[in-house]
Every structure is written in structure tokens, then in C-alpha cells.
């Protein structure tokens, strides 16, 4: 098929090139004539797993490319994805859906002919409908432009993977012709045995809230118990153990630590949660917003245990290496990011803060230039009074300790991901110290 992926940003990209893989004829869309030059040149301005090959491989073979003309693609394609951005709104708790109408408002004048408009970006339940009433007032061909929504449920650092083999699929929409347009661009991952659910419009709108919104519940929940056990001298890692083992439960989502971040979680909360007060459901919101709340403390909670760890040693005046910028491995995202909230919180409170991180300095020294960042893990360390680890790269859990004996003079190492088994840096002479763990 010929497809149209309109956005090209961290959900954008990895759709376009995963639509290519699939077999189809794709152009991607966006307003910045910089990145497109990029793209088309192979160079991929955001870094996931799997991506810059997958980008080389198909603009080479012919079947992506991108453009900043709209109706380049409107006159190309057959189905068009809407992947733009849908930031928090100025207030906070709902979604700013200014680039998806933006998007329809410039795509639907040149829609001569019946086509799909397949929604992927996040949005408030009740915007099909009002997408679809646009599309159809503008578009020449009128109601034969069907619009469905088609929520995606990427975990950014897997966004390739999970595109192109999602645990399900999910459509929102009206009518027979639109669902036709569904099984056929998805037809070689629905061959695959992947379920899709087909339903109404404000199902889909809600599926992807609730789903994101179960996960940051999940991990605020872990993150309380966590704080529980440090009370009480337990061991969290055990608690997550004996909790997973129940089926109706899974460990899955389930590591404590600095709490999560990035471009969708937070917001999807945040939205889910007025979502719940708007519709009358205050019980719901009520229980929603205490998972926001123990997200949005898990700063403060890293900073004690870093205070209490140095003991006698004031943050003040420390020098302390914080391992990790983005808000999750897999990503140079670092939007929201845990690891940076830290950073800011240990600079406040008089601490010197230099920041390593495999992938995601360069985006990091944009938004938070205040710091030093270095690419060299084992020069990171040199002057060091403490380790930070902030994002669980795996990088960080393949290094051998013994090799870094005598860089920190005193080297103590807060790991505020809990990710790492403390044992062999224990035995190398580090201080481990674990959120939710007792510390040696």
C-alpha cells in the first residue's frame, strides 16, 4: 500500500520505517525542512534500538522517504498516519491536540479521493468524532475520508520492536470501508497471529489512557512499598519476587526507583486523571492522582538516601557523577527524565554534578546545559565522591567494578534503579546503596 506517516518526531519516525519494512510504499511529513534533509540522508535525529538500520535500509531501497509537502503526500497515498505531537496542555491535566487538528486542517483540502485518516497521536476521548467532522467538511471527497483511531502502545527504546510486533492492535472506528483500510495496512503483523480489537472510537480514545495510566499505578505502588521497606529494614527485591510469582499480579513494571518519565507516561496520567473528574468518576481520579503524587515525590526520596548514605559528608561542596540522562535506556529521550530531576535536585542542594550517559548527552546539555557531561564512563569517575546510578542502562551493568578500584577515592555508588546485583562492587570495596534495600 501506499502510506502517508504525518510527524515525524519520536513516534513519527519509527512508524514510517516500520510501515516500509512491512512491505508498503511510505512518505513521512514534517514542517522542519532540517530534519527531513536528515532523514532522506539516512540520519536519524533521535536514537532507537534498532532504528538508523532500519531508516538506511529503506531510504536506500526507495520504499521512505519525506517531505515537507502535505500534499505531496495526500496526492501519494492511500492511508495517512497521523503521528504529531500531543503535549500537556497549559493546564497541566489535558492534552494539547493543536498539531492533530493542525495536521487535518492541512492534509484534508487535498483528499480528492476515499482514503483512511489512522490517528496514532494520544488524544482526549471525544476527538475522533470532531477529527472526523473536520476531515470530512474540508476534504473534497467528503465523507468518503473514513478517520479511526489507532492509539500506540510503544515503550520508547523498543519502539521498533513494538511496532512491528505489538502485543495488539487496537482501531476506533465507524465504518466497514475503515476497517478494510486497518486489516490491510497491518496485514502482515495480523497474519502473525497479533489480536486486534475493533471498536468504537471512544474505546480506543480511553484503551490507551487506562493502559498507561495501569502502568504508572504499577510503579508508583512498587515505589510506596519501596519506601515501606526502607522503614522497616526489608528487602524490596524479595517483595517484588513473592509478588511476582502471582499470576494475577507479574513483576513486569515493577522496579523501584527514581519513578518514570519521558513524553508519555506523565502526561497520559495526568490526563487520564482529569479524564476521570471531568466524566464524574472522583473515586477513580482520587486513587489516580496518589499515583501521580508518589511519582512526583521519588526525587526527594532518591535525595534522602544519598544524604543519608554521605552520613557526615554534606551534598554541599560534593562532587557526585550521576550515570544516566535519558528518562529510560533504549532512548536518547529525555523528556520528564528521573535522572535529570535528580541531577537538578543534587546541583540545588550545593552538589557538583557531572553527567554520563550512552546515548542521550547531546539531548541532554540541550535542555539542561547547566551540567558536565562526558561519553567516558571510566573518566566519568575521576575526582568522584559518589556514583548516582539514574537510568538503568545496560551499559552500566556490564561494567566490572574492580576495574574502576582507586578512580573514586571513596566509592560509594547509590543505585536508584535498583538494577544492579551489589555483590561484586561490594567485594571490590564499593558502598552499594539501593532504594528499598538495606545498605551496606
Known sequence: MRVSVIGCGHLGIPHAAAMAELGHEVIGVDVDQAKVGRLNAAECPIYETGLPELLARHTAS??????????????????????????????????????????????????????????????????TVQVTALAQ????????????????????????????????????????????????????????????FVCDP?????????????????????NGVADMCEAAGADISKIVEILGIDPRIGSGGMRPGIGYGGGCLPKDVRAFTASARQLGADRAATLLRAAEEINENRTDVALGLITRALGDRPVKGARVTVWGAAFKPGTNDVRESPALALAQALQQVGGTVTIHDPQAVATAVIR???????????????????????????????VNPQALVGRPANPLLIDCR????????RASGWTVHQLGRPGK
Request: hydrophobic fraction near 40%; proline fraction near 6%; charge should be negative.
Open 62 to 127: 526507495g520504499r521512505l522517504r519525506f517531505t515537507t509537502d502535505i500534499r505531496e503526500a495526500a496526492d501519494f497515498a492511500d492511508v495517512h498516519f497521523i503521528g504529531v505531537g500531543t503535549p500537556i496542555d497549559a493546564d497541566g491535566r489535558s492534552y494539547d491536540t493543536g498539531q492533530v487538528y493542525g495536521a487535518i486542517r492541512q492534509l484534508a483540502p487535498h483528499l480528492t479521493r476515499a482514503c483512511a485518516i489512522i490517528g496514532k497521536s494520544t488524544v482526549t476521548v471525544g476527538t
Open 137 to 196: 467538511r474540508l476534504a473534497p471527497a467528503g465523507t468518503g475520508v473514513d478517520v479511526v483511531w489507532n492509539p500506540e502502545f510503544l515503550r520508547e527504546g523498543h519502539a521498533v520492536q513494538d511496532t512491528l510486533r505489538p502485543d495488539r492492535l487496537i482501531a476506533g472506528l465507524t465504518t466497514a470501508e475503515a476497517e478494510k483500510a486497518v486489516r490491510a495496512v497491518y496485514a502482515p503483523i495480523l497474519d502473525a497471529g497479533v489480536p486486534l
Open 202 to 222: 471512544q474505546t480506543a480514545e480511553l484503551a490507551k489512557g487506562a493502559a498507561n495510566t495501569f502502568l504508572g499505578l504499577k510503579i508508583s505502588y512498587i
Open 368 to 398: 539542561n546545559p547547566e551540567f558536565d557531561y562526558t561519553d567516558d564512563l571510566p573518566a566519568s569517575l575521576d575526582g568522584a565522591d559518589l556514583v548516582v546510578l539514574a537510568t538503568e542502562w545496560p551499559e552500566y551493568q556490564q
Open 418 to 425: 535498583t538494577t544492579l546485583d551489589p555483590e561484586p562492587w
